[in-house]
């Protein structure tokens, strides 16, 4: 959610709570819910940064955009601000995605993606500045654009059935992610479960999941960066409800560092039912 370049994949950049996957599909999820959240960034214990998530969730369509800006030491010395957003469908209770763009701003410069995906396959794209050419680099091949969704949507996760949402099924999940650079997937897996409570909204259970990150395509393999995210195992997103809804979606992530946690928590967390109106959420998509 907070879009601020932190020396990682655009994995931890362009919603930096693009950690996730698209849910298993069981039966329709009658939503009409509005997702009002706030987030706050630390690294080592230090603020770095703070952000907003809008989501507009419907039994046909969904928006979801975010904004955010480094704070503190970090704004001082590269700064950073950025927004992202996307739109779609929703089939079957599952979000489906069409359209997706962020744009990260740090030391003096501008970092644009834009996608447009049909049925899952990534018709469409555009990256400024093209990634550099490298000799290692891994080359994005079509097959790397069907069969994935983008960082935003695969924030949003679908749990199936009608048992409780707060409940180990809930990290059993795995995502094809295409962010415009990169081809990676995310696994999932149930750690513990928690309790939270936001200063303003949700308190309340929390699971807890273990993520491992794999890059496909589109990345440097040697590069020190991947070969450490690759490596860890101590990743965790923590998953809360969006009330009216069957989706959870991330509250708090952490990510360990060399230089200490990074951190991403909700602050704010407020669910309520969505207006009848149309949806304004990234409409520019």
């Known amino acids: 959610?907070?879009?601020?370049?932190?020396?990682?994949?655009?994995?931890?950049?362009?919603?930096?709570?693009?950690?996730?996957?698209?849910?298993?599909?069981?039966?329709?999820?009658?939503?009409?819910?509005?997702?009002?959240?706030?987030?706050?960034?630390?690294?080592?214990?230090?603020?770095?940064?703070?952000?907003?998530?809008?989501?507009?969730?419907?039994?046909?369509?969904?928006?979801?955009?975010?904004?955010?800006?480094?704070?503190?030491?970090?704004?001082?010395?590269?700064?950073?601000?950025?927004?992202?957003?996307?739109?779609?469908?929703?089939?079957?209770?599952?979000?489906?995605?069409?359209?997706?763009?962020?744009?990260?701003?740090?030391?003096?410069?501008k970092d644009e993606v834009e996608l447009a995906i049909e049925n899952g396959a990534v018709k469409d794209y555009t990256v400024k500045p093209p990634s550099p050419e490298d000799p290692e680099r891994i080359p994005i091949k079509e097959n790397d654009r069907k069969g994935v969704t983008d960082p935003m949507t695969a924030s949003l996760m679908r749990v199936g059935g009608n048992g409780d949402l707060m409940a180990p099924e809930a990290c059993q999940r795995s995502s094809a992610i295409f962010d415009g650079r990169m081809r990676y997937d995310l696994k999932m897996s149930f750690k513990r479960m928690d309790k939270v409570k936001a200063e303003k909204g949700y308190q309340g259970p929390v699971v807890v999941c273990a993520v491992h990150f794999t890059p496909l395509a589109g990345h440097i393999p040697t590069r020190p960066v991947i070969k450490y995210l690759v490596a860890l195992q101590d990743i965790e997103v923590w998953l809360a409800p969006v009330t009216g809804t069957r989706i959870v979606v991330p509250y708090r992530i952490s990510v360990p560092t060399p230089v200490g946690d990074a951190v991403l928590e909700a602050t704010q967390f407020i669910a309520s039912p969505a207006s009848k109106a149309t949806p304004t959420s990234a409409k520019a998509l």
Request: glycine share 12%; charged share 15%; proline share 4%.
């Open 1 to 109: 959610m907070l879009p601020i370049r932190l020396r990682l994949p655009r994995l931890f950049q362009s919603t930096l709570v693009s950690l996730s996957l698209v849910a298993g599909l069981s039966g329709p999820a009658l939503a009409q819910a509005k997702l009002d959240a706030k987030y706050t960034a630390y690294l080592g214990g230090v603020t770095i940064g703070r952000g907003a998530w809008v989501i507009d969730y419907r039994d046909d369509q969904y928006t979801a955009a975010a904004s955010g800006m480094a704070t503190g030491l970090l704004k001082m010395f590269a700064g950073g601000t950025g927004t992202s957003a996307s739109r779609g469908s929703v089939s079957n209770g599952q979000p489906v995605s069409r359209a997706y763009a962020a744009t990260i701003t740090a030391s003096k410069k």
